[in-house]
């Protein structure tokens, strides 16, 4: 149950796009086209950004979307505004009908 | 509303025991399933156990097994977890979160208690 790998910090600038990527394994994110997105700012509770690879709540941002290619995941942020700044958090189901969830990303509005 | 609000933390000796509380609302509870995840200091998300709607299919992560057992009160609409033998590494704000109906993403949190030990 390792967790998946994400980069400790992304940046951009206000109205830029920025990717955040999610590796995992053939256990994980290969197997299966479960993997969510977190947005967690500080002091609060995650929000759920991102189901099933690609797909948005009702009410979330169409600036933020999913992919996945193989072993990873990614989260592109599109048109970055400074309420994005905030900590992201991959998660994926497993084949031992466990979640795994990634490293986090901070990300830096500059 | 949906509402899941976390009880049962604080300061605890390690070796103590210790059993949280997650009381829904706002939603029918016993077709859901739930998960605790928790969040150590400055740290990153870790998925800790999973119950299913009827409590038939438990899971835990490999790092609580045998000491976290995690149970739910369907007619009064709780979820528990009892956490033995504390461990420093354990000190954490332990989140209670609902299971999307039919998926496998969490699609609302609790605000969490802090568990310090």
């Known amino acids: 149950q390792s967790a998946l790998i994400q980069p400790a910090s992304v940046s951009g600038s206000p109205r830029q796009s920025i990717t955040i990527s999610c590796t995992g394994t053939r256990n994980d994110i290969v197997a299966y086209n479960y993997v969510s997105w977190y947005q967690q700012h500080p002091g609060k509770a995650p929000k759920l950004i991102i189901f099933d690879v690609r797909n948005r709540p009702s009410g979330v941002s169409d600036r933020f979307s999913g992919s996945k290619s193989g072993n990873t995941a990614s989260l592109t942020i599109s048109g970055l505004q400074a309420e994005d700044e905030a900590d992201y958090y991959c998660a994926s189901y497993t084949k031992s009908d466990t979640r795994v969830f990634g490293t986090g990303t901070t990300v830096t509005v500059l | 509303q949906v509402r899941l609000v976390e009880s049962g933390g604080g300061v605890v000796q390690p070796g103590r025991s210790l059993r949280l509380a997650c009381a829904a609302s706002g939603f029918e509870f016993y077709t859901y399933a739930m998960h605790w995840v928790r969040q150590a200091p400055g740290k990153g998300l870790e998925w800790v156990a999973h119950?299913?709607?009827?409590?038939?299919?438990?899971d835990y992560a490999d790092s609580v097994k045998g000491r976290f057992t995690v149970s739910r009160d369907n007619s009064k609409y709780i979820l528990f977890l009892q956490i033995n033998s504390l461990r420093p590494g354990d000190t954490a704000v332990y989140y209670c979160?609902?299971?999307?109906?039919?998926?496998?993403?969490?699609?609302?949190w609790g605000q969490g208690t802090l568990v310090t030990v």
């Open positions: 119950m299913s709607l009827d409590g038939s299919n438990i």
């Open positions: 979160v609902r299971e999307s109906l039919g998926n496998v993403f969490f699609d609302f």
